[in-house]
Nanobody, 120 residues
Framework: QVQLVESGGGMAQAGGSLRLSCAAS????????MGWYRQAPGKQRELVAH???????NYADSVKGRFTISRNNAKNTVYLQMNSLKPEDTAVYYC??????????????WGQGTQVTVSS
C-alpha cells in the first residue's frame, strides 16, 4: 500500500503563486508516475500534470507555462509550483501515484485532496 499526504493548499489572489507538496510512503515501485489532478464543483476530475520516475513531464494545455511539476525521489515527494494563478484554477487538487511493473499498472493511489481558491 501507498499513503499520500498533501500540503500547501490555500487561497491566493489572481496572479499569485502557491506551491503544493505531496509526500508518499509505502511500497513505491522503481517505475512510477506521480501526478496532480483537480476537480472543480460540478465538473469532472482532470489531469493537471504528471511526472515519470525518470523525470519526463506532461501538462494540461490550460496550465502550460504557468505550472511546474517536480519530484524529489530521495524524499518520495512531488511538488506543483503554481504561478500566475487564475480564478479558473480554483478546485480541489489531488495527488496521485501509479506503480508499474513490466509495463503494466499494478497500483493506483490517491491523496485526500487539498483546496485551492483563487480570487479575482
Amino acid at each position: 500500500q501507498v499513503q499520500l499526504v498533501e500540503s500547501g493548499g490555500g487561497m491566493a489572489q489572481a496572479g499569485g503563486s502557491l506551491r503544493l507538496s505531496c509526500a508518499a510512503s509505502g511500497s513505491i515501485f522503481r517505475f512510477n508516475v506521480m501526478g496532480w489532478y483537480r476537480q472543480a464543483p460540478g465538473k469532472q476530475r482532470e489531469l493537471v500534470a504528471h511526472i515519470v520516475s525518470g523525470g519526463s513531464t506532461n501538462y494540461a494545455d490550460s496550465v502550460k507555462g504557468r505550472f511546474t511539476i517536480s519530484r524529489n525521489n530521495a524524499k518520495n515527494t512531488v511538488y506543483l509550483q503554481m504561478n500566475s494563478l487564475k480564478p479558473e484554477d480554483t478546485a480541489v487538487y489531488y495527488c496521485n501515484i501509479k506503480n508499474y511493473e513490466l509495463g503494466a499498472m499494478t497500483g493506483d493511489y490517491w491523496g485526500q485532496g487539498t483546496q485551492v481558491t483563487v480570487s479575482s
